[in-house]
């Protein structure tokens, strides 16, 4: 089974940028969506950004439009998040999570429509 490994979290200052990585180990990623979700301590896991694996539709969080960018390298079964004009209230830890099924309504946000999960890395910021 395959496995997500999440890298390039660490420490900024607001307003600095940072991008995370996901790649997915042990077999090529065939599924159908990949995400970021963020823990907040009294929400859960929130949802960051997906997009939609075979067709690069995206969707965001409303907290994140224009400053988060999603996107994905179908041959490295590879997904990013560019951060920018990053925010002490984006402190979290970001998981990456996979989904192998098409969704009946669309790109999933909820993280309990997504099967597989990374360990998550840490993205500290700063004011």
């Known amino acids: 089974q395959a496995q997500l490994i999440e890298s390039g979290g660490g420490s900024v200052q607001a307003g600095n940028s940072l991008r995370l990585s996901c790649s997915a180990s042990?077999?090529?990623?065939?599924?159908?969506?990949m995400a970021w979700f963020r823990q907040d301590p009294m929400k859960g896991r929130v949802f960051v950004a997906a997009?939609?694996?075979?067709?690069?539709?995206?969707y965001y969080g409303d907290s994140v439009k224009a400053r988060f960018t999603i996107s994905r390298d179908n041959a490295k079964s590879a997904l990013y998040l560019d951060m920018t004009s990053l925010r002490p209230e984006d402190t979290a830890t970001y998981y990456c999570?996979?989904?192998?099924?098409?969704?009946?309504?669309?790109?999933?946000?909820?993280?309990?429509?997504?099967?597989?999960w990374g360990q998550g890395t840490v993205v500290t910021v700063s004011s």
């Open positions: 999570a996979a989904r192998s099924t098409e969704h009946e309504y669309g790109i999933p946000v909820a993280a309990v429509s997504y099967d597989l």
């Open positions: 042990g077999r090529p990623f065939s599924g159908a969506y």
């Open positions: 997009i939609n694996w075979n067709y690069g539709s995206t």
